[in-house]
């Protein structure tokens, strides 16, 4: 494994889509304005199920989209995320998060990471980016990465020779907003470029927004840390506060419309409730473990979050960022509306 020096400096979102705005920047200046614009949260009650993006963020310019490709065997894997990268000079892979080897200590769990690849050097080397940043309860930790990896390493890192579980499934699945349907093989993956456009319709429903979608994800996550609900929910949680934050920097650094100082200060109020959701699941977690689950901080805490966001939804409507009503639901899943 070679290092570049000037490795991405991170633009601080979640595993799936720190890389995919790198990607998405090739495309278009204003990635990161659609991504932010794009964030909102939706749960749906009867499933646990979470949708982070109002629009699916793997359509790209031209009838175009990004859908998942999968391979058995390392062979067929690498020619195939190699014509990828002969066609459109990039592509996205489908790392393990605890194989990567610019990784410090050890990750918490092995989970589905996007990395990018930029391309290859006439030695064969593949050159890898990763602009995701994270601290792990396990101690360990993620800094921003830029190098080259033998055939060898870069395949390392994509096996998952037991496929994926149901939760990780469905998280790749909705990673982009909308479902986008899961390769044939799981053990290596990538993403390829075809024609077609994604179908913005959440399955089952009614799915939950607003304030409405941040009780049932307080609900969900004391169930999950009792140990009686779907597994998986704190790295959603963690997810939707990663994304939020992000949308709340897009709208303080001005990046459209000036901001009132009233509009400013409600945004910086939801800011600091975002803030401080990593905070609350770290101890909320370790309290869990110890075998003394606390619902209450995590109700306490998504109330004053609902509070803050409904007081700041008409500034996120008049900026152009996903709010419940931002979106028509016509030929869509039914979403129910709170706050």
Same mark, same amino acid.
């Given at each position: 494994m070679r290092t570049d020096p000037t490795a991405p400096a991170g633009a601080g979102?979640?595993?799936?889509?720190?890389n995919l705005l790198d990607y998405l920047s090739a495309y278009s200046p204003h990635a990161a304005e659609l991504l932010a614009r794009s964030v909102r949260l939706a749960v749906d009650p009867d499933t646990g199920r979470f949708s982070h993006h109002d629009r699916a963020l793997n359509d790209l310019p031209g009838n175009r989209r990004l859908a998942y490709r999968g391979a058995p065997d390392a062979a067929t894997a690498l020619t195939g995320i190699a014509a990828e990268l002969a066609a459109h000079g990039r592509a996205l892979v489908v790392a393990d998060s605890a194989a990567l080897p610019w990784l410090t200590g050890t990750a918490d769990h092995h989970a589905p990471h996007l990395v990018l690849v930029n391309g290859r050097? %006439?030695?064969? =080397?593949?050159?890898? *980016?990763?602009?995701? !940043? &994270?601290?792990?309860?396990?101690?360990g930790s993620q800094d921003p990465f830029a190098g080259e990896l033998s055939d060898s390493e870069f395949t390392a890192l994509l096996a998952f020779p037991d496929g994926l579980s149901r939760t990780h499934r469905i998280r790749n699945t909705l990673a982009f907003g909308f479902p986008v349907a899961p390769p044939a093989y799981a053990t290596y993956q990538w993403l390829a470029v075809e024609?077609?456009?994604?179908?913005?319709?959440?399955?089952?429903? %009614?799915?939950? =927004?607003?304030?409405? *979608?941040?009780?049932? !994800? &307080?609900?969900?996550?004391?169930?999950?840390?009792?140990?009686?609900?779907?597994?998986?929910?704190?790295?959603?949680v963690w997810a939707a506060a990663q994304h939020h934050l992000f949308r709340d920097a897009h709208l303080l650094a001005g990046a459209g419309a000036p901001l009132t100082p009233g509009?400013?200060?409600?945004?910086?109020?939801?800011?600091?409730?975002?803030?401080e959701v990593p905070r609350m699941l770290r101890f909320a977690a370790n309290s869990a473990r110890r075998g003394r689950p606390r619902p209450s901080l995590v109700e306490g805490a998504f109330t004053a979050l609902a509070e803050r966001e409904a007081a700041a939804a008409p500034v996120h409507a008049a900026h152009g960022c996903a709010t419940p009503a931002d979106r028509p639901?016509?030929?869509?899943?039914?979403?129910?509306?709170?706050?």
């Open positions: 979102l979640s595993c799936y889509t720190e050097t %006439p030695h064969g =080397t593949w050159q890898v *980016a990763d602009g995701f !940043t &994270a601290l792990f309860n396990s101690g024609q077609g456009a994604t179908v913005e319709q959440l399955p089952g429903g %009614p799915w939950l =927004t607003g304030t409405a *979608a941040l009780q049932e !994800t &307080a609900r969900l996550l004391a169930e999950d840390m009792a140990g009686d609900g779907p597994r998986g929910v704190l790295e959603d509009e400013r200060e409600a945004v910086e109020a939801t800011t600091a409730k975002w803030r639901t016509a030929g869509r899943s039914p979403v129910r509306q709170g706050g």
